[in-house]
């Protein structure tokens, strides 16, 4: 298991990447790992229209899943509600974050601060 903690309408949270999460964004939206080429192809060609992309009705879907895998206890419902009153093009960020690091291994990421071996003397 692997925590980011992401902000969303100025407040810290933890979403958990587990396999389990990555199969409830499959489920509920798509395959995570076609949503992450589709948003490169659709960065890098202008004209391309992504068939699979971050949207008002699954950017919820999306921190709920990560948070929920982190114990957070609140309802697909009162996400919708963070998320609009957040704003939507600001959750879009944390939830493309989500999306890739629950894509990418561990070895291919910068540790974060906790995440950081201890140096000691």
Known sequence: MRDIVVKIG????????TFG?????????????ALIKENHLASAIPAYQPKLSLTVANIPVVLWIGAKAAGDKR?????????FDAGYIECME????????????????????????????
Do not use: C, F, N
């Open 10 to 17: 100025g407040a810290d949270v933890s979403l958990r990447g």
């Open 21 to 33: 999460a990555a199969e409830d964004v499959m489920r509920h939206i798509g395959d995570p790992i």
């Open 75 to 83: 309802s697909l419902d009162d996400w919708k509600a963070v998320v």
């Open 94 to 121: 944390p939830a493309m974050a989500y999306i890739l690091h629950i894509t990418t291994s561990q070895s291919q990421r910068e540790p974060s601060a906790s995440e950081a071996p201890a140096t000691g003397e």
